[in-house]
Structure formats: structure tokens, C-alpha cells
């Protein structure tokens, strides 16, 4: 395999994960149009390097920490949904203008690790993404099944980081066109809207696992 190719299956990889709308997507539109193109960025950037994780631990065969997830995975899906319920209500109660929206308050370091953190905490707490990977890079002829080298899949797993990078880019870059033409009222209903949808994700997890033990 090129080194072209690695990389760009890996870029793949990563936009394929990337691109579906879920909870991280809805979060980091959301905070692209209360905070600005930043804030919506480096939220996009904690789902990267999530899905970074569990396109390394595949692809470096890291079979003990791939057990230890699956064999965790209740508990997981537990701590995932009920992050994805909180999130919801946090956004649904959310001012629909930041304490400070133009002095970089909200754009400071530390608001901006916790905006990264929260998305990385979301997208590693969801077991099927490793599954997603699983299958991904083994229709790279074996790589997760350790046949390809470590250079090779630290290419593919740099390649997933990028591509997921992207994604990210383009998307709060064009949502960040619309960050100054949105009032106080559309703040509100946005707010509201994506608040009730990343829960209802987040009681779909919830009710899942309920069932699975009824």
C-alpha cells in the first residue's frame, strides 16, 4: 500500500464518521452560532481526536483495550446517554447571547478545553464507533487485524484524525457565516431546538439499555 492511499483511507474513515447528524453535530452547529467559527472548531476537534482513539486502538491492535470497552459497554452506553441528557437540558436552558460575546470570554482557554472536552468525552463514550472502525480498516486488507505495520497505521489513523479535522473546518466555517446575523430570538429557538434533540439521542441510549436487561 502507498502511503497516499493509507492516508487518504484514513481521511475516509474519518469523514464517514464524521459527517452523519448526531449529538456532536448539533452541539458544535450550535455553539458555532452562539460562540463563533472557534468555539465550533475546537468542539469538532474533541470528536477527532475521539474517533483518533478508536481508530488507534484498531489499528494498533490494542485487543486487551478493545476487550476492556466492550466488556464495559453498559456502563458506557449508560455514562453516554446520560452526558447526551445533560448536554440537552444545559443547551436547552442556555442565554441565547454569551456573557461576553465579543471581548473572547468565551473563546478563553479554559472555556475552550471544556467545549473540546465534552465532545471527546461523548465520542469515546460510544462503543459502536469502535465497531465502525473494526470494520473499516478491516476492509483495508487486515489492517486491524495486525497484518499491516505500524507505520501503515499510524498513516490510516493520522489520516482519520485529518479527514474527522475536515470536516469540522468546513462545516463551522460555513455555519460560523451566519454566527453575527443571529438574533436573540433565533439564539432562543436554536437553543431550545438542539438542547431537546441531542436528549431525545441521549434518552434513546437510556431506553436502549433498559430494554436490553427487560
Known sequence: ??????????????????????????????????FGTLN???SGMGAALGDGVFAAVTGF???????????????IELI????????GWRTFIAPPVP?????????????????MLSTFALTI????????????????GGLAGGAGSFADASLVVAGVVGGSALWWLVLTTLIGLF?????????????????????IFGLVVLIHLVTKFT
Open 1 to 34: 500500500m502507498t502511503i497516499f492511499y493509507l492516508v487518504l483511507s484514513g481521511v475516509v474513515m474519518g469523514l464517514i464518521a464524521a459527517v452523519p447528524i448526531g449529538p456532536v453535530n448539533l452541539i458544535c452547529i450550535r455553539r458555532t452560532l452562539a
Open 40 to 42: 465550533g472548531f475546537v
Open 61 to 75: 491492535s490494542l485487543t486487551w483495550i478493545a476487550q476492556l470497552i466492550q466488556g464495559y459497554s453498559t456502563i
Open 80 to 87: 453516554s446517554g446520560a452526558m447526551m441528557v445533560w448536554l
Open 99 to 115: 456573557h461576553c460575546p465579543e471581548t473572547g470570554m468565551d473563546r478563553s482557554g479554559s472555556n475552550l478545553g471544556r467545549a
Open 125 to 140: 463514550t460510544n462503543p459502536a464507533t469502535l465497531m465502525f472502525f473494526g470494520g473499516m480498516f478491516a476492509g483495508l
Open 179 to 199: 454566527h453575527t446575523r443571529i438574533d436573540e430570538k433565533a439564539m432562543w429557538a436554536i437553543n431550545r431546538g438542539s438542547g431537546v434533540l441531542v436528549a
